[in-house]
T-cell receptor, first 111, second 113 residues
Framework: EDKVVQSPLSLVVHEGDTVTLNCSYEVTNFRSLLWYKQEKKAPTFLFMLTSSGIEKKSGRLSSILDKKELFSILNITATQTGDSAIYLC???????????FGKGTKLSVKP | GAVVSQHPSRVICKSGTSVKIECRSL??????MFWYRQFPKQSLMLMAT?????????EQGVEKDKFLINHASLTLSTLTVTSAHPEDSSFYICSASLLETQYFGPGTRLLVL
């Protein structure tokens, strides 16, 4: 059965801290791994990873994939209160490519 | 690029009425769109996969006669909640596929009184 597991489920840090969010996956036919940020509305796309070892970076956020260990991490440096959100990891599964989501990591950044 | 819109963003209706939610890909064509439902503090739950020009594929436990999906064009899919009941109150989100990535609409918050 295809599945995605995220850890930790919740995390509380102070502004300026660096955080690492984890995502492990098992999928029959791996195509890509996706990270999303969800605040009060629908998820917004952050990264798509398809190749091992190649870091994707956007500002203070970065992510990397390890296809051998079936694992990805999302790093956020110098966190700000605006980074508070639920971060979702997902991978396409099934014949129609519907996303298999992890339960998410709820990040709270305190001032 | 890759913008998905939903309309309405919020709707309140009486029990027994039907509600239509539209999902549009604004700057790309999407042969496949997905409909999700999310309850408070829970993850997204896939309801159905909508394919342009063919019948939608529903996930187990989702009533196809209650949640009617129409994907009439490459940029528009609609979800109609028929004979809505208070337990249908939820956050409905659509997404559209582009190059192996799914882009989400902003969601529609439905409240059935």
């Amino acid at each position: 059965e295809d599945k995605v597991v995220q850890s930790p489920l919740s995390l509380v840090v102070h502004e300026g801290d660096t955080v690492t969010l984890n995502c492990s996956y098992e999928v029959t036919n791996f195509r890509s791994l996706l990270w999303y940020k969800q605040e009060k509305k629908a998820p917004t796309f952050l990264f798509m990873l398809t190749s091992s070892g190649i870091e994707k970076k956007s500002g203070r956020l970065s992510s990397i994939l390890d296809k051998k260990e079936l694992f990805s991490i999302l790093n956020i440096t110098a966190t700000q209160t605006g980074d508070s959100a639920i971060y979702l990891c997902a991978t396409p599964g099934g014949s129609q490519g519907n996303l298999i989501f992890g339960k998410g990591t709820k990040l709270s950044v305190k001032p | 690029g890759a913008v998905v819109s939903q309309h309405p963003s919020r709707v309140i209706c009486k029990s027994g009425t039907s509600v239509k939610i539209e999902c549009r890909s604004l700057d790309f064509q999407a042969t496949t769109m997905f409909w999700y439902r999310q309850f408070p503090k829970q993850s997204l739950m896939l309801m159905a996969t909508s394919n342009e020009g063919s019948k939608a594929t529903y996930e187990q436990g989702v009533e196809k006669d209650k949640f009617l999906i129409n994907h009439a064009s490459l940029t528009l899919s609609t979800l109609t909640v028929t004979s809505a009941h208070p337990e249908d109150s939820s956050f409905y989100i659509c997404s559209a596929s582009l190059l192996e990535t799914q882009y989400f609409g902003p969601g529609t918050r439905l409240l059935v009184l």
